[in-house]
């Protein structure tokens, strides 16, 4: 089982940035495709990214497309989430998770989880 941890969270204004970053431990996260979710209060938890092992190949959830970019550096065991143009609706808990199934954007597809992050976005 690999343990994740986020970070980077935190309260920005609307149209701000934010970089969150999840740091694995216990496992390499190289052969683990790596997603990013979100849940706000009375919402159920919904994708927001994804990642294969390789990075080539990401895919994104039509809200954040455009506006948020998944990466991730294998060498460090990290894998980040830059969040620009911020909107009020992206306001949730974000958590980092890793799937061992190639295309991965269920939260079924995951197999472990972070704690998470807050991430608050005022109008």
């Known amino acids: 089982q690999v343990q994740l941890v986020e970070s980077g969270g935190g309260l920005v204004q609307a149209g701000g940035s934010l970089r969150l970053s999840c740091a694995a431990s216990?496992?390499?996260?190289?052969?683990?495709?790596m997603g990013w979710f979100r849940q706000a209060p009375g919402k159920e938890r919904e994708f927001v990214a994804s990642i294969t092992w390789s990075g080539r190949i990401t895919y994104y959830a039509d809200s954040v497309k455009g506006r948020f970019t998944i990466s991730r550096d294998n060498a460090k065991n990290t894998v980040f989430l830059q969040m620009n143009s911020l909107k009020p609706d992206d306001t949730a808990v974000y958590y980092c998770?890793?799937?061992?199934?190639?295309?991965?954007?269920?939260?079924?597809?995951?197999?472990?989880w972070g704690q998470g992050t807050q991430v608050t976005v005022s109008s």
């Open positions: 216990g496992r390499t996260l190289s052969s683990y495709t």
């Open positions: 998770a890793a799937s061992r199934t190639v295309v991965a954007d269920k939260p079924a597809d995951f197999g472990s």
